[in-house]
């Protein structure tokens, strides 16, 4: 599968959602998640990100390992998003932001 980082937290672009083929993209109220039991590993998502939030699950870093495991347990409670849609209002003033995790609202 592939997983979304810390680095969606607070900013939410979903250029991502527009070009997944198997809509596994799940939306919370300040981030998005990838359901892992839909992801088809193409990785066209990847490149889609202006923060690159989006990995692999093999490429996840060694200090963000709990995403993994986060993506599929929000994955089951949030709701499906397939479109493109208006970030979140301060999502540039966010985007540099490192661990965001304590941000995350669920
Ligand atoms: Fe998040 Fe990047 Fe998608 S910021 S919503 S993973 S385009």
Known sequence: THVV???CIRCKYTDCVDV????CFREGPNMLVIDPDECIDCAVCIP???????????????S??????????LAKEWPSITRTKEPLPDADDWKDAKS????LQR
């Open 20 to 23: 997944c083929p198997v809509d």
């Open 100 to 103: 965001k995790l304590d941000q």
């Open 5 to 7: 980082l810390d680095s």
């Open 64 to 73: 963000q390992q709990q995403f993994i495991e986060l993506n599929a347990e």
């Open 48 to 62: 889609e990100c202006p923060v690159e939030a989006i990995v692999a699950e093999e490429d996840v870093p060694k």
